[in-house]
């Protein structure tokens, strides 16, 4: 029913910025939450962000709050992450997620469609 499709990965220096789109497609009414996550090699799915479908409530994870910010377009049908003052920590394969609850959580199980994943890695 949806389709996410994340763009905007690449390498970047510690202490750049990078900012991370995600395009939906198919059912409006199933993206009440968006989130983004991200993925290290060899370790669990970590919770970044998430936002309201009118932006009114957001959720940052502990490591990113006062760095990242997550915003989305609904016009548009896209979500965005700002990153800045990237670390060499941020270094992950970074999902997009929608849920059709409209309630924020933290946890992968809460959300019901996922995109392919965009790659940011951050040198030192």
């Known amino acids: 029913q949806v389709q996410l499709v994340e763009s905007g990965g690449g390498l970047v220096q510690a202490g750049g910025s990078l900012r991370l789109s995600c395009a939906a497609s198919?059912?409006?009414?199933?993206?009440?939450?968006m989130a983004w996550f991200r993925q290290a090699p060899g370790k669990e799915r970590e919770f970044v962000a998430a936002v309201t479908w009118r932006g009114g409530v957001t959720s940052y994870g502990d490591s990113v709050k006062g760095r990242f910010t997550i915003s989305r377009d609904n016009a548009k049908n896209t979500v965005y992450l700002q990153m800045n003052s990237l670390k060499p920590e941020d270094t992950a394969v970074y999902y997009c997620?929608?849920?059709?609850?409209?309630?924020?959580?933290?946890?992968?199980?809460?959300?019901?469609?996922w995109g392919q994943g965009t790659q940011v890695t951050v040198s030192s």
């Open positions: 198919g059912r409006a009414f199933s993206t009440y939450v």
């Open positions: 997620a929608a849920r059709e609850i409209r309630t924020v959580v933290t946890t992968r199980g809460g959300y019901d469609y």
